[in-house]
């Protein structure tokens, strides 16, 4: 790109090569380089992530498609594997394949700094397979639920979905514990071409560690049982000694009740959604509304997801103990009404506009092919309200060229955001716990893994459409509009579950 310098002379900045720029020698002034003094004007989050140190084109527009390979790839096999698992009567076998797929994911992650660029669509590929493997999942909590008896299914999701919250917390741990290994510092691996560093090594871990769970579910240490299915037979046994001979095959016809589950498909990806809202916002929403510098930011938004994993331990903990005191769908209620709570405390109510971003009001030149400057000027652009002794010129505050609404939209406050959080992070592990519970229950002693495989796969969608409706939303109208949109989705679900409320009952024998 041309770059015009005070003495208004155009110059040619050249395309960023990491290995010659490693290569380049400090100034013996101390200074930085000139790319670095460029750069402070504004960050590019998408190169702070892993696929732009790979491949340094890859930017925003494709971070969004490698977030989103994931839980795409988890929409096709969540239901395939937990659909193998009913089929096959156990899940030791599908288990130990997605283990394994997993493991290779994780492998073929680690190895992409060893295959030729552009190695984009590699960090795809093994992202893809890692998400794949994602059937693991419903094939663990269809096996709780199929191991365990209705009066037992709340504590043991409960315990599952526990071990989860840890692994959020421990996850970020192991990555940080091997930031020793020392930021830009390569380890080769013998002459394969493989390296060990601050990326990789995490990866490797996950292989050992997916290694030895294929080992935990051999035979002679993993034994499955199906109390479930037992207490079925019992219980359908007794309902047949009440009956006459003639209501015998009226017994064996009882099916689940198929609209209530997909009740709570719904209602947990609609929980899910409401989670993913704060993941794709929360660092936004803390440098334009409140006017903190990105990297604080980041470090804020860290903490409070650390902050959130530990409460939802404790919440997690606590819902067996409050659904026999409640009731499983007051609690599910309780978890809906926390979460649009939530939204509804993090509206723009009133007060003083967003800090707004500084913007280098300078001539711009746009290049053509024949490397012809083009002058455009973005003052003229610039709304009344901007005032540039004023602005923000650390990367933090509301960037008003791109995003109109600055000018329009209240920000909101610190407080507001701390309460908002808090109400949203006790109301989705209420929620989703209790349509697990209510989802296996519903289910009674039928193989679960099929359906359990599209309630994963209902989570799934969440995750690939919130980052696009939400941000979308954000960057076009702000936080009222964004707020407006997911309290209108979580009351449209409050109705859908009012009216369902009868049915999300445990499956019944017939007696």
Known sequence: MLKRGSSKSYSIDPIYDPKEFSAQPAADNGQTSTRDETNKEGHDYAKLMEPAKMDPEAGTQFLGLFIASQPLAQLFFSPVMGFLGNRLGSIRIPAMVSTFIMAIGFAFYASVSALPEP?????????FIIGAAGGTTTLCYSYVASASTVKERTTALSALQMTKSFAFIIGPLIQAAFVTLGEGEDYPIGNTGLYW?????????????????????MPCIFTEFNIAKEE??????????????????EVKRVKPDKLALVVCILISATTQFHFNFIESTATLVVIEQLGITPTRAVVMVGIMYSVAGIYGILMFGSVGLLSRKLGERIVLAAGILFAMSG?????????????????????????????????????DDLPSCYNASLALNDGAGCPVHEQPWCCETPAI???????GYLFIFTGVPLAIMMCSVIFSKVLGPYPQGTW??????????????????????????GMLATCGFMTTVMSVVLVIFAMSYGRLVPYRHAT
């Not at 406050?413 to 309460?419: A, D, F, R």
């Not at 309630?455 to 960057?475: H, K, M, N, Q």
Request: hydrophobic share 45%.
């Open 343 to 379: 939204i509804i405390s993090m509206y723009p109510y009133g007060g003083p506009l967003s800090p707004l971003k500084y913007i280098n009001e300078t001539v711009e030149e746009v290049t053509t092919l024949s490397f012809s400057p083009v002058e455009y000027s973005i003052s």
């Open 232 to 249: 079925g037979d019992y219980l359908a046994a007794r309902g047949l000694q009440k009956s006459s001979a003639n209501d015998a095959e």
């Open 197 to 217: 560093n601050l990326y990789t090594a995490p990866a490797w871990l996950s292989v050992f560690l997916s290694l030895v769970n294929i080992c935990v579910l």
């Open 452 to 477: 359990t495989g599209l309630l994963g796969a209902g989570t799934a969608v969440a995750r690939i459409l919130c980052p696009l409706c939400v941000t979308s939303l954000y960057a076009a109208w």
């Open 119 to 127: 190695r984009r669509w590699y960090l795809f590929g093994a992202r």
């Open 413 to 419: 406050h610190p407080e507001q955001l701390i309460v």
